[in-house]
Nanobody, 123 residues
Framework: VQLQASGGGLVQAGDSLRLSCTGS????????IGWFRQAPGEERRFVAA????????FYADSVKGRFTISRNNVMNTVYLRLDRLGTEDTAVYYC?????????????????WGRGTLVTVSS
């Protein structure tokens, strides 16, 4: 599966954004999808993930209650809703796929990385 993230932009603290991760191919629904982010000078970190059916979701503690992940397998798209953004959320956001259950949220457990989308939050 090939993935492409989109929807980033420049927003102010407190604003919201919705990122999209669109996949190609008829196997999109066979993959769990994860969102990760990488701030300048930092390593890539897990943000959220969703199971193949969408029934299970997973979040990093830093975004729990502010970000919401969802998916539409008919549209081959996973969404990440970002609410109450803060300057600490500034990063390039990436989506990636995992064949099988989400039993590991480390970046190395995911593949098919798409090109990221930049989210910049100003104070």
């Amino acid at each position: 599966v090939q993935l492409q993230a989109s929807g980033g932009g420049l927003v102010q603290a407190g604003d919201s954004l919705r990122l999209s991760c669109t996949g190609s191919g008829r196997t999109f629904g066979h993959f769990a999808i994860g969102w990760f982010r990488q701030a300048p000078g930092e390593e890539r970190r897990f943000v959220a993930a969703i199971s193949r059916s969408g029934a299970r979701t997973f979040y990093a503690d830093s975004v729990k209650g502010r970000f919401t992940i969802s998916r539409n397998n008919v549209m081959n798209t996973v969404y990440l809703r970002l609410d109450r953004l803060g300057t600490e959320d500034t990063a390039v956001y990436y989506c990636a796929a995992r064949w099988g259950p989400v039993d590991d949220t480390a970046p190395a457990a995911f593949g098919s990385w798409g090109r990221g989308t930049l989210v910049t939050v100003s104070s």
